[in-house]
């Protein structure tokens, strides 16, 4: 006898339905498994026939061959486990064809009958939104995230058969409507661990975080050891507005198919942070893998922050691995077996010293040799650098601000201030000002005669290039949004952005201009 | 009961003492003499000696040791205010409080002084332009004042003494090292010929070993020594200009060869040139130089050197005339003219001091919102009055 079992595998942040046949018949006994699966799948077999027997169940002492439909694309990941069981009870049957109709089964079981959550539930889940879902409890959470569509739980295999061959009802746990469960969980609130009322003094460095957050820009900050690099790129997030529905359920589905828990409300609604250490691999920061493509650092940061500290120890293969997506705000991973694309939308904050003393090359305290200097800005490239429309130096604070009167801003009340400015950029028609286009910016940001003169200036004396004339201009946007400063683009504004956009030879070795 | 050369030998053993700088010896000295200084340092209750770290290392020494192996070693000890001492050291505000001398010290006075400089690691045409200044400006009987280092200070000093005749102009040399110690070892001979012809000057005690800190505090005695500064060669950033920055601070006109734009050896210079220093393609050009520099000297003689202003030679607003033009530019800023500054400029300009002050530290200072501060930084360093690098500012 025959069955087919709905279900589905990963391909990247994406799922494929998977048809899973399977076919029992007489002969010498035997269970194979073909459509070219992975080790996990391979060793599901196993997996399978124990927790049948460990349910009470019957194992057919026949012929078992299970066929993964379409048989030529490779599939991975444990999932497959619980339709292969419900197939092989109905094709030896135990379970009535009826039973099971219109119905897809995805989970993983355990040796003693018991299902086990799998990742990426709430995309497994958006592909199969067309049959009733039937998924272990771990993993009911997420898809229910999907959206419409109709989800049944379950603990353990026994407890299915009762409720698939109607000795027991299901429970009301599965079907949820779309949000209503969400809402119900959510915290209220956004409690940030990290306030940017904690750092003292560093005013130049607060202000380059509002207009980031405001405008989407990547930071460099450039300092020696013990400056507060970190501390700062800590509150960055806190700045940020929440995700917005689509981005929230993309950052979602990345954090679920790379297996990493989800918040209790299920929903990332936060900006995400992420800090790979620099010994981190080129798969691991852009993604990528074998058979499961999983996504990597810069897809986890998806609508949030990226920050690389100590940016000038990592590979050189891996930064300018980082260009494409900064420019696209997606990855795409090509393998021999195929490709797929992550989303990779993200603010990038990277942190160094100067030179390998962390002093900058100040006269009278830098201790670098001019070619160790040299050495050590050759490990950035200058395109990388490039993307980079703030760069700012952070210095140790003063002793008169670590003990002064806190008289800094909460993070509440400059998340107002971006809040109001992302809403001026939004109104022109921009996600966030870094994206401008470069024509749109004699429209959408008009610099008074006084700013143009400043800016040709500039470019007189060589200081700016043109390049980082584009820069300078979505910066100086920014901030007299931050101002609330009106259309037209002042003095003030551009000479703010000259100096956030960083001092030629803020590396004194050279690479930033 | 003072034997005459104790004053010397005391200074002399307070400076071969292990772990002394010109810094600290300077403040081992100040107010106390080398006598007392030594007496006190060995009692272990100088003050400016509190943990009592040369008390040991002094009660080891003889000091009528120390003064025989000067002798032996043909080198003077040359204090402020004592005879040999160069007068232009005197009231400098880096003044070596002691000074090592093998040669002739009385060289310097009364001569005109052009200290030519440059890169270690300089290019053929470096070398040949400094070696062909040098001759022709000690044929006129100008000292030429180098660092006997490799590369550019090596050739001037080659071209100083084929130059130099019948001590017209006498070759002087200022190293970092003690004057026993000859570094780099391949300039042993061009050493011997300049103590000999002329005179080479030290601030450190015999046996001082060459380590990085002692090169750059050398080039601001190079600096103070002379009349005129001219730079041969010199990457972008390196250490000549420090000497550059030295002689400007102290109102020294700073002269550079311009060279290959393509050549790295010559992006400093070039850079000094674009700054507003004087160009020197001859040896007249530098004679002119110092012709003017020492008509201003005549001119406010007795005034000690200003160093308030750091006036180093740059875009000018005015290019009214050659040589101190810069420091002028600049005095004129502070003084308010020719370009008026707003409340909040001359805020940050006073926040502002010769050293690389950072952007957090001129909020700090100034108090004033961050974009006005921006503001003014920006509009300081236009005019010419600021100049900024690696994320800091400074005067100009």
């Known amino acids: 006898m025959i069955a087919a079992i709905p279900s589905a595998v990963l391909v990247g942040v994406d799922a494929t339905v998977v048809s899973v046949e399977v076919h029992v018949s007489n002969g010498l006994p035997g269970f194979t498994v073909v459509g070219l699966p992975d080790a996990a799948v391979r060793e599901s077999r196993d997996r399978v026939r124990a927790a049948l027997l460990s349910s009470g169940l019957q194992w057919p002492l026949r012929r078992v061959t299970v066929n993964l439909a379409p048989s030529g694309m490779r599939k991975g990941g444990a999932g497959l486990d619980l339709p292969i069981a419900v197939g092989v009870l109905v094709a030896s049957g135990v379970l009535p064809p009826r039973s099971v109709e219109g119905m897809a089964f995805v989970g993983e079981l355990g040796l003693d009958g018991s299902l086990r959550g799998v990742p990426g539930a709430v995309v497994l889940a958006e592909v199969l939104r067309r049959y009733r879902l039937v998924v272990p409890e771990e993993s009911a959470h997420e898809a229910s995230l999907a959206g419409e569509c109709d989800i049944r739980v379950a603990a353990t295999l026994a407890a299915l058969v009762d409720r698939l061959s109607g000795r027991r009802p299901w429970g009301e746990v599965g079907t949820t409507p779309d949000g209503s469960f969400r809402a119900a969980s959510k915290p209220p609130g956004r409690p940030h661990a990290a306030d940017l009322a904690d750092i003292r003094g560093q005013r130049l460095a607060r202000r380059a975080l509002e207009v980031v957050a405001a405008g989407g820009h990547h930071l460099l900050l450039v300092g020696p050891p013990g400056s507060g690099k970190t501390m700062l790129a800590r509150r960055l997030p806190g700045l940020l507005p929440g995700l917005d529905r689509p981005t929230a359920l993309e950052a979602t589905r990345i954090h679920s198919v790379a297996g990493l828990p989800l918040p209790p409300g299920g929903l990332i609604e936060e900006p995400p942070f992420r800090a790979p250490h620099h010994g981190a691999s080129p798969v691991a920061m852009i993604g990528g893998g074998t058979t499961w493509m999983r996504p990597g650092e810069i897809s986890l940061a998806h609508g949030g922050i990226l920050f690389l500290d100590e940016l000038g120890e990592f590979p050189a293969v891996v930064l300018d691995a980082l260009r494409q997506p900064l420019e696209d705000g997606q990855v795409r991973v090509s393998r021999a077996r195929g490709s797929t694309s992550f989303p990779a939308r993200f603010i990038l904050v990277g942190a160094m010293n100067p030179c390998p003393c962390g002093e900058g090359g100040a006269p009278g305290a830098c201790r670098c040799s001019r070619a160790a200097q040299e050495r050590y800005a050759r490990r950035l490239s200058a395109p990388f650098l490039d993307r980079f429309d703030i760069a700012i130096r952070v210095d140790r604070p003063l002793a008169q601000e670590l003990f002064g009167p806190p008289s800094a801003e909460g993070s509440a009340t400059v998340a107002a201030r971006v809040a109001g400015a992302r809403e001026r950029a939004a109104e022109r028609g921009v996600r966030v000002n870094a994206d401008m286009a470069g024509p749109r910016l004699a429209d959408d940001a008009p610099l008074s005669s006084g700013a143009a003169a400043i800016v040709e200036r500039q470019i007189r004396s060589g200081t700016l290039s043109a390049r980082g004339m584009h820069r300078v201009h979505r910066l100086s946007r920014t901030i007299a949004d931050l101002d609330g400063a009106g259309e037209v683009i002042g003095e003030t504004q551009v000479r703010e952005a000259l100096l956030l956009r960083g001092q030629r030879r803020l590396l004194p070795g050279g690479g930033l201009r | 009961m003072i034997d005459s050369g104790q004053l010397e030998y005391h200074a002399g053993a307070l400076a071969g003492l292990p772990g002394m700088t010109p810094v600290r010896l300077a403040k081992l000295l100040d107010g106390f003499g080398p006598v007392l200084a030594w007496q006190a340092v060995k009692a272990g209750t100088h003050p400016a000696d509190p943990r009592r770290k040369f008390a040991v290392p002094a009660r080891r020494t003889d000091v009528d040791d120390v003064g025989r192996r000067y002798a032996r070693a043909g080198v003077r000890i040359l204090l402020p205010g004592g005879a040999g001492y160069p007068s232009m050291l005197e009231g400098d505000p880096g003044a070596p409080a002691v000074l090592f001398a093998s040669g002739d010290p009385a060289v310097v006075e009364g001569r005109a002084r052009v200290a030519i400089v440059g890169t270690r690691s300089a290019t053929h045409y470096g070398r040949q332009v400094a070696s062909e200044l040098a001759a022709e400006l000690a044929g006129h009987g100008v000292v030429v004042v180098s660092g006997l280092a490799r590369g550019i200070d090596g050739a001037a000093h080659a071209g100083a003494l084929r130059g130099e005749t019948g001590g017209a102009g006498p070759p002087v040399a200022v190293v970092g090292t003690g004057l026993d110690v000859v570094y780099p070892p391949s300039n042993r001979d061009l050493w011997a010929r300049v103590a000999g012809r002329?005179?080479?000057?030290?601030?450190?005690?015999?046996?001082?070993?060459?380590?990085?800190?002692?090169?750059?505090?050398?080039?601001?005695?190079?600096?103070?020594?002379?009349?005129?500064?001219?730079?041969?060669?010199?990457?972008?950033?390196?250490?000549?200009?420090?000497?550059?920055?030295?002689?400007?601070?102290?109102?020294?006109?700073?002269?550079?060869?311009?060279?290959?734009?393509?050549?790295?050896?010559?992006?400093?210079?070039?850079?000094?040139?674009?700054?507003?220093?004087?160009?020197?393609r001859d040896a007249t050009d530098v004679l002119v130089a110092v012709a003017l520099a020492r008509a201003g000297q005549d001119a406010r003689a007795g005034a000690p050197p200003s160093v308030d202003v750091a006036p180093y030679p740059r875009a000018q607003p005015s290019r009214s005339a050659r040589a101190p033009a810069g420091a002028r530019a600049s005095r004129d800023v502070e003084r308010g003219a020719p370009a008026p500054l707003t409340p909040a400029q001359r805020t940050v300009w006073e926040a502002v001091d010769d050293t690389p002050t950072a952007f957090e530290t001129i909020l700090v200072r100034t108090d004033l919102p961050l974009a006005a501060a921006a503001e003014a930084c920006g509009q300081l360093v236009e005019s010419g009055a600021l100049r900024s690098g690696a994320g800091w500012w400074s005067r100009s």
């Open chain 2, 198 to 280: 002329g005179v080479v000057f030290s601030e450190s005690a015999l046996g001082t070993q060459p380590h990085p800190g002692v090169f750059p505090a050398r080039n601001r005695i190079i600096a103070a020594l002379a009349d005129v500064v001219v730079v041969v060669e010199s990457h972008h950033g390196g250490g000549s200009l420090y000497t550059a920055e030295a002689a400007a601070r102290r109102g020294i006109p700073v002269c550079a060869v311009p060279g290959s734009v393509h050549s790295r050896a010559s992006a400093g210079t070039n850079g000094l040139l674009v700054d507003g220093c004087i160009p020197v």
